[in-house]
């Protein structure tokens, strides 16, 4: 069964950082791209990052170029998403999500994603 737990969210201050990992079960992370998209209130969901299967090339959206950095961990079949120099439209619901081939998930599409974790709350705020 494949699943997808978030953790790490919280309230920071703006220009501070926040790690958010993505815990998968039930496949591996050479199988599946595995990327970040968020929600901010009233907003639709938004590609953050992707890191692909395989080889574990990496895209940002030009919003979080610079700032965020999205890894993984085979050993602990963990995905990270640091996040530095956070601002106050940061602030939304994020999730990690996984797909098989990977192509919406490289271009950051949400609609084309597999599975879906239940989210991680981030607020920037002072």
């Known amino acids: 069964q494949v699943q997808l737990v978030e953790s790490g969210g919280g309230l920071v201050q703006p220009g501070g950082s926040l790690r958010l990992s993505c815990a998968a079960s039930?496949?591996?992370?050479?199988?599946?791209?595995i990327g970040w998209f968020r929600q901010a209130p009233g907003r639709e969901r938004d590609g953050v990052s992707c890191i692909s299967r395989g080889d574990g090339s990496t895209f940002y959206a030009d919003s979080v170029k610079g700032r965020f950095t999205i890894t993984r961990d085979k050993s602990k079949n963990t995905v990270y998403l640091q996040m530095n120099t956070l601002k106050p439209e940061d602030t939304a619901v994020y999730y990690c999500?996984?797909?098989?081939?990977?192509?919406?998930?490289?271009?950051?599409?949400?609609?084309?994603?597999?599975?879906w974790g239940k989210g991680a709350l981030v607020t920037v705020s002072s």
């Open positions: 039930g496949f591996s992370l050479d199988d599946y791209a």
């Open positions: 999500a996984a797909e098989v081939y990977g192509s919406s998930c490289l271009r950051l599409i949400s609609s084309g994603m597999d599975y």
